[in-house]
C-alpha cells in the first residue's frame, strides 16, 4: 500500500458541521492526519494564537509568499488575503501524514489543478432544508444574513461536481468514520501504487521463470 | 446517498484469497451483497449445484443466450464457455444490492466498456513470494504447474493499471472489511450523487429568495 501521505481538501457550506467533524477526526486519529494552517493578512480576533488557527502575517509578507511560490493556493475575501503554506503541506505529505485543507471551492479547485492526485470532499447537511434550520436554530443571525448564507451555499452548490465524494453529514459520530474510511481507502487506489505493483510484476516474471 | 446497487467486480491472482474474501463478505452482510452466478457448458463436477456455484446450461442454451444478449459478458476457456447473464444482476442492482462479479481480468474489462460506472477491484497477496508461498504449500501441484500459474498471473498483472482498487490480502478479516468499505464509500461518489446535489441546489436557490 502507498505509504506516501495524501492531500486531502474538504469543503462544504457553512452550517454542515465541517468544523466539528474535521476537529473529531484529528482527535480519533492524530498519528493519520495533519491539518494545515492557513496564512492570512486579517487581524487575530480575541482567542486566537499565530501558528494555532492561522499564520497572521503582514500584507507585505503575504505578497513576498506569492512572489517566492510559497502558498499552493490563496485568494483576498474582504480585503484580506487567505492561502495554504506549501511548506508545513509538504514536509507532512512525506511524512506520511494525510494533510487536509479546510478550504472553499475556488480554493480547492486552484489546488486540484496543480496536484491532480488530490482527494476532494464536499461535506453537506441531509438536505437544504436541514441547513436552514441550523442557520435558524443559532438564532445569532438576521432573516438576511441568513438569506444571503443559503445564496452563498447555492452559489458553492455550482462547483460540487468536480469534487470526487459528497458526504452527508446526517450524525457526526458516522460522519467521522466515513470521511475516515474515504480516505483511508484512497490509499488503495490503483493510481496510487503503480510502484508496488511493478514490484509483485517484477517478482512474478522472475518466479515464472523458474528462479 | 445513492441508493441503487453498484456492479462490482472482483478479480485477484490466483491463490490470492479471494474466494474466501468474498464468501466472508457475503456471510457477514448477506442484505447489501448479491453474488453473481456465472452461466456456463461445462459438466458440472461433483457437489455443485445447478443455480449455486454455476447455471449449467448445453451449448445450444449457451449460444442462444449470446444471441439475444441476455449476458453481460462472456468468454471461451479450455473449450466451454463461461459467461455472467445479465437479469440476476440487473433485478439485484434494482433492489439497491451491490452485486458482485468475481471474474477474471479480460471480463473486468469487457464489463466496464458497457457499464462505465463499474467498481474494479483487484485483490493481491502482499507480494509474489508470498503467491509464490500459497502455491507451493497446497501441495498439490507440480513445479510445472506452479510456474504456469504464476506465469498466468503476470499475465493478468497487465491489466491492473485499468482497476480501481489494488486491495492487498494480508489479514483476512482486514482486507474482507477493507473491500466493504470500499464499497460502501463507493456510494458517496459524487458521480453517483448528481440527483442528490441537484436537489439540494434548487431548494438552496428557492430558500435563498425568502421562501
Known sequence: MDKKGILVVVSGFSGAGKGTIMKQLLEEYPDRYALSISATTRKPRPGENHGREYFFVSKAEFEEMIVREALIEYAQYVGNYYGTPREYVCQQLEKGKDVILEIEIQGALKVKEKYPDTLLLFISPPGAGELKNRLVNR???????????????WQEAQGVENYDYFVINDDLEECVQEV??????????VARNHAVIENIRAELKDFAKGD
Open 139 to 153: 438564532g445569532t443571525e438576521s432573516k438576511a444574513v441568513i438569506e444571503s448564507r443559503l445564496n452563498r451555499a
Open 180 to 189: 475516515h474510511s474515504i480516505i483511508q481507502n484512497e490509499h488503495a487506489r
